[in-house]
T-cell receptor, first 115, second 115 residues
């Protein structure tokens, strides 16, 4: 069965510092991978997605993610964090049992940003 | 215009009551979903409908009954509410089902508290 692991429950960075949020997935074939962000009291917003092609994916708000098949990883990065980036970040994989549109989510990483 | 809208956003109700959450999408999508986010922020799919037809039904108590009057609406009715039903319920939609890699758009969530 597919699964997603986000090893870091909580990360704190200083504003302006770089950021990397880790995501590992378990899936035999090429996965459909997503990163969503949830601001406090808000819904989920798609940051970026990977289906095929270039393994470095650019998203909104200056985020990017790199798909590494050999490591079964899809880590999210941002070169310089802004205070408004404080939120919960979810990595997800599309399950083929649901036409790839059934998302299996990781447990999330809460990002705090120090001024 | 909000792409996926849910009502109500907040709902506090007593155990044993029956309640409904409504969802509408104006994106012209064929597929809609209900996800549940528990108190630990864990997100899990509950149901999915494609063009009014149920296609995903996870292991959910039969007290939960989705209804899709048309492909733009997917409502969630919950009977005999229990304390453990307290959660955030997210409605979502995607262009279609089965082609894989669709972006799934989420609503802002409905915060249900059972007391």
């Amino acid at each position: 069965a597919q699964s997603v692991t986000q090893p870091d429950i909580h990360i704190t960075v200083s504003e302006g510092a770089s950021l990397e949020l880790r995501c590992n997935y378990s899936y035999g074939a090429t996965p459909y991978l997503f990163w969503y962000v949830q601001s406090p009291g808000q819904g989920l917003q798609l940051l970026l997605k990977y289906f095929s092609g270039d393994t470095l994916v650019q998203g909104i708000k200056g985020f990017e993610a790199e798909f590494k098949r050999s490591q079964s990883s899809f880590n999210l990065r941002k070169p310089s964090v802004h205070w408004s980036d404080a939120a919960e970040y979810f990595c997800a994989v599309g399950s083929p049992s649901g036409g790839y549109n059934k998302l299996i989510f990781g447990a999330g990483t809460r990002l705090a940003v120090h001024p | 215009d909000t792409a996926v809208s849910q009502t109500p956003k907040y709902l506090v109700t007593q155990m044993g009551n029956d309640k409904s959450i409504k969802c509408e999408q104006n994106l012209g999508h064929d597929t809609m979903y209900w996800y549940k986010q528990d108190s630990k922020k864990f997100l899990k799919i509950m149901f999915s409908y494609n063009n009014k037809e149920l296609i995903i039904n996870e292991t959910v108590p039969n007290r939960f009954s989705p209804k899709s009057p048309d492909k733009a609406h997917l409502n969630l009715h919950i009977n005999s509410l229990e304390l453990g039903d307290s959660a955030v319920y997210f409605c979502a939609s995607s262009q279609d089902y089965g082609t894989g890699g669709n972006t799934i758009y989420f609503g802002e969530g409905s915060w249900l508290t059972v007391v």
